[in-house]
């Protein structure tokens, strides 16, 4: 027996898939702990379950004469979120989590930890919804299409994971749309808009009727992103700003747009991939620290006597939360240091540089050929 080659298959580093799989693992132990201890809402689950139901049965959940229009998701979300009629939001819970870990260890964002220590893995396990399965899924398909790019096997994983991200339009479109962007993925692109638009026209033109005549964007409403709580202007310069501020990886500039630009937002997630821009793991400790704060300030308030309206007044507080929280992970990834160079970069801020470069080589050339003054 050849004992070297045996020492040496035993010391070689784990594959991507392999602390993929791990995390995973990890992860639906530490979230089956977690949801023991976190309220999770379930009315937003019954809603999921009702839209899904009805789009089984090949009702239209969106009809104009009906009197229920709060399944908001698209209508290929019934080919994904099917086996929610059988399982718990708990299970959807642990599920979405552990999906959100293998990100982590595939790519080896440790900062991204952090995440799992503040109160936004609490906000976003509660809320009951799809976000973090829809988003982590979607993202860990596109990683694996990327790997077989030029395969028939490639194409289906990144078609499966445009579609698990445009369920959640919200947070999926900015990641799917860099990643199209970064890779002129037509062919994708093609396949996606055929089976999840064409094949779906009559649903989505009753889907696109409802988002605008019952929008979910209300006053009432709690801002998950820049644009929620101080309006499209600001959100469009503050997304200028973030973009050419550093070099990214698509995935950590899709979240931060989409923590920025999305009228509605997301909760928390979209703050998870800002995390995974920050590659020094003394941040850790920043970012647990920071948010326990912010909550001490924002979540354990009542209102003062002579409040009438205590729906508004804790909605205040969770404005101040949710966008401090926003502010701070948008800071902390705009000032990191970006790590290795890699193909899935996005490069934003040398284009803008070579552009300024040219304007000035040209500005200076016709200064040179002036005749001198008299």
């Given at each position: ?5 045996f020492q040496q298959r035993q010391s070689s580093p784990p594959t991507d898939s392999q602390r993929a799989l791990f995390g995973f693992l990890l992860g639906l132990a530490i979230m089956s702990v977690l949801v023991r201890f976190t309220t999770i809402n379930s009315y937003d689950f019954g809603v ?145 808009v055929f089976i999840y638009g064409i094949c779906f026209f009559p649903l989505n033109s009753s889907w696109l009727a409802a988002m605008a005549q019952s929008p979910v964007i209300t006053t009432g409403t709690v801002s998950h992103s820049i644009w929620a709580g101080f309006g499209p202007a600001a ?140």
């Amino acid at each position: 027996m050849n004992l070297g080659i045996f020492q040496q298959r035993q010391s070689s580093p784990p594959t991507d898939s392999q602390r993929a799989l791990f995390g995973f693992l990890l992860g639906l132990a530490i979230m089956s702990v977690l949801v023991r201890f976190t309220t999770i809402n379930s009315y937003d689950f019954g809603v999921i379950q009702r839209g899904i139901r009805m789009l089984v049965a090949f009702d239209n959940p969106w009809e104009p004469l009906s009197d229920w229009t709060e399944y908001y998701n698209p209508p290929h979300s019934v080919l994904f979120l099917w086996p929610l009629l059988f399982v718990t939001p708990s299970v959807l819970q642990v599920l979405g989590g552990a999906l959100l870990l293998a990100i982590i260890f595939y790519k080896k964002v440790w900062v991204a930890l952090a995440w799992f220590l503040t109160n936004s893995v609490l906000w976003v396990i509660g809320t009951g919804n799809v976000d973090m399965v829809m988003m982590g899924g979607g993202v860990l398909l596109l990683f694996a299409g990327d790997k077989l790019y030029r395969t028939k096997r490639g194409l289906g994983l990144r078609t499966l994971g445009y579609g698990f991200l445009m369920i959640k339009p919200q947070g999926g479109a900015f990641i799917a749309g860099l990643y199209f962007l970064l890779r002129r993925d037509w062919k994708g692109l093609a396949l996606s808009v055929f089976i999840y638009g064409i094949c779906f026209f009559p649903l989505n033109s009753s889907w696109l009727a409802a988002m605008a005549q019952s929008p979910v964007i209300t006053t009432g409403t709690v801002s998950h992103s820049i644009w929620a709580g101080f309006g499209p202007a600001a959100a469009i310069v503050v997304a200028g700003l973030v973009a050419v501020s550093r070099r990214w990886k698509y995935w950590q500039l899709g979240g931060a747009l989409a923590a920025i630009l999305a009228p509605y937002g997301m909760p928390a997630v979209p703050f998870f991939f800002m995390l995974t821009a920050v590659p020094s793991l003394a941040a850790v400790p920043v970012v647990i620290i920071f948010s326990a704060g912010l909550v001490a300030l924002t979540w354990f308030v009542a209102p003062p006597p002579g409040v009438t309206d205590a729906h508004m007044f804790y909605k205040t507080y969770l404005d101040i939360y949710n966008l401090g929280i926003i502010g701070f992970g948008l800071a902390l990834a705009c000032l990191a240091r970006p790590g290795a160079r890699s193909d899935e970069d996005i490069t934003v801020n040398e284009f803008v540089g070579r552009q300024l470069r040219a304007v000035r080589a040209r500005f200076h050339k016709r200064g040179g050929d002036r005749p001198a003054s008299l």
